[in-house]
């Protein structure tokens, strides 16, 4: 198996971790983005997002002539598909998956498949899109019946994506038997975790509930912060004494849920059924309005200021990204909380230690921004943030950095 060429289309927080490791592991792989600065980054040896240890990974795989990026696809053994797959308003009011992208790079590869190939797609999809790119390779000219095709999700997190690749178990779900079979036996040259066998229908299901499973317990937790406000309770002390109960696991409160999955992949259940899928759906809106919450805890917390102080306060927004210690802002509660504070023309202290630039925040060093500030709003839980000791200065922190988040 390790004599296959492998195309990756997709060079982003999934696919370039995959490419990587898989050239590591001793596969010639070709990257396909359609970012051409990205790929001449890579092509450099060099990283265009930031993840641990995923620099070492790609220097090594492109210095060894094992990985090697371009912007159209090649041909090559086994292809697989690590596009975003985002939504869209549809009118409705409820958000509905956009698989553009993913038809996109399936009808990009296709005039490279030929008899014997494997296709795989990784991104996560509403159920049936597999069959989707079966019918779309059809029509296209490919002997679909002559090639393999499989679902295979990707469950990794931000910050251990190099560890968890290889260490967590993994879904086949096949479009037939045999496509199960031939992509397993891929899958376990270098997963070390159970690779599971399934079908492509129960496979894309499977990663849909398992984020919804996530977002339905992250809504308890922000509901619960919510209502302990309201009675002037510390949410962490109260969600600790109840989780001292054998069978209660609380999750910690935060400014809501962001990244491509958690607040993406519930709306694709909700989509296929809006009428059944209740309890995700108020899951989904509960995480959304808390963002919307913390900016009117903060503009009220500003008025105040400015009635007793006479003057606008300076407010430094800790954290823009969806998670600590990443630079990954896709969804990103915390973004969407600054660039709201800002539109509405208050005094911004834009901070996020993990990323040099934004196009439409001006950054600031977090020590400056706290010299400066007359309320810092602690967003996101970044490791530079845990060990400060701030003075004199109102603080509103909503992820935990004092454990005693609202």
């Avoid at 069978?247 to 809006?274: E, K, M, Q, T, Y």
Wanted: glycine share 6%.
């Amino acid at each position: 198996m390790k004599n296959k060429k492998i195309c990756v289309v997709g060079l982003g927080y999934i696919g370039l971790p995959t490419a990587a490791l898989l050239a590591n592991t001793g596969y010639e792989i070709i990257g396909v983005d359609v970012n051409s600065t990205a790929v001449n980054i890579i092509n450099q040896g060099h990283i265009h997002i930031v993840e641990p240890d995923l620099g070492n990974f790609v220097k090594s795989a492109v210095f060894s002539g094992k990985l090697k990026a371009y912007t159209k696809p090649q041909a090559a053994d086994i292809f697989m598909l690590c596009v975003p797959t985002p939504f869209y308003m549809n009118g409705g009011g409820i958000p509905e998956p956009n698989l553009e992208y993913v038809l996109a790079a399936t009808k990009a590869i296709a005039p490279y498949i030929k008899a014997g190939d494997i296709v795989i797609l990784e991104s996560t999809s509403p159920v049936g899109t597999t069959a989707q790119i079966y019918e779309t390779l059809k029509k296209a000219g490919v002997d679909v019946e002559q090639i393999f095709l499989a679902y295979c999700p990707e469950r990794v997190l931000p910050g251990k994506i190099m560890v968890e690749l290889i260490e967590n178990d993994r879904i086949v779900g096949g479009f037939n038997a045999a496509s199960t079979q031939k992509v397993k036996e891929f899958y376990q040259t270098f997963v070390r975790g159970d690779v599971l066998e399934t079908d492509s229908k129960t496979a894309e299901m499977s990663k849909l509930i398992e984020n919804s499973y996530r977002d339905v317990n992250i809504a308890f937790a922000n509901e619960l912060s919510i209502l302990s406000d309201v009675h002037n309770i510390n949410v962490h002390e109260v969600i600790k004494l109840a989780n001292r109960h054998p069978r209660v696991n609380i999750l910690n409160p935060g400014c809501g849920v962001g990244g491509h999955c958690i607040a993406v992949d519930p709306w694709f259940l909700v989509a296929s059924d809006p009428k059944q899928a209740k309890l995700i759906q108020s899951a989904r809106e509960v995480n959304d309005y808390k963002a919307d919450w913390i900016i009117e805890k903060i503009k009220s917390t500003a008025l105040v200021f400015e009635i007793k102080q006479n003057k606008k306060p300076k407010l430094a927004c800790m954290g823009l990204a969806f998670k600590p210690d990443i630079d990954d802002l896709r969804e990103s509660p915390a973004l969407y909380i600054t660039k709201s504070l800002k539109s509405q023309q208050l005094n911004i202290l834009a901070v996020e230690p993990n990323i040099k630039q934004h196009s439409e925040l001006e950054l600031i060093n977090y020590k400056k921004a706290i010299e400066q500030a007359d309320i810092i709003i602690f967003l996101v839980k970044n490791r530079e943030f845990l060990t400060l000791e701030i003075k004199d200065k109102i603080v509103l922190d909503f992820c935990g950095v004092f454990n005693n988040a609202i």
